[in-house]
Nanobody
């Protein structure tokens, strides 16, 4: 069982930056693919970014060039650096984990709110 706890959300003006963190429990963190998702009010949850155990990364087109995902296996933590934030980035952001080679994410955090204001 893996527990994920997100932090770092908040209120930021458009054009600003935030860094989200996701701390994971368990000893197998370095073997997991870690993903970030978000859900805006009235919308379905959508994929944002992921980083594999080999440090390969992949981004949604809507955030490519603005967001960066990274991980620190020594700290069991994955990060999402968000720059040039836009109003449409407002959402609850979730961290998730899955096993290498598995598409469906198995473990989810409780989410952290990101609000971008004009």
């Amino acid at each position: 069982q893996v527990q994920l706890v997100e932090s770092g959300g908040g209120l930021v003006q458009a054009g600003g930056s935030l860094r989200l963190s996701c701390a994971a429990s368990g000893r197998a963190f370095s073997t997991y693919t870690m993903g970030w998702f978000r859900q805006a009010p009235g919308k379905e949850r959508e994929f944002v970014a992921r980083i594999s155990w080999t440090l390969g990364t992949y981004y949604a087109e809507s955030v490519k060039g603005r967001f960066s995902v990274s991980r620190d296996n020594a700290k069991n933590t994955v990060y999402l650096q968000m720059n040039s934030l836009k109003l449409e980035d407002t959402a609850v952001y979730y961290c998730a984990a899955t096993y290498s080679g598995r598409n469906e994410y198995v473990y989810w955090g409780q989410g952290t709110q990101v609000t971008v204001s004009s």
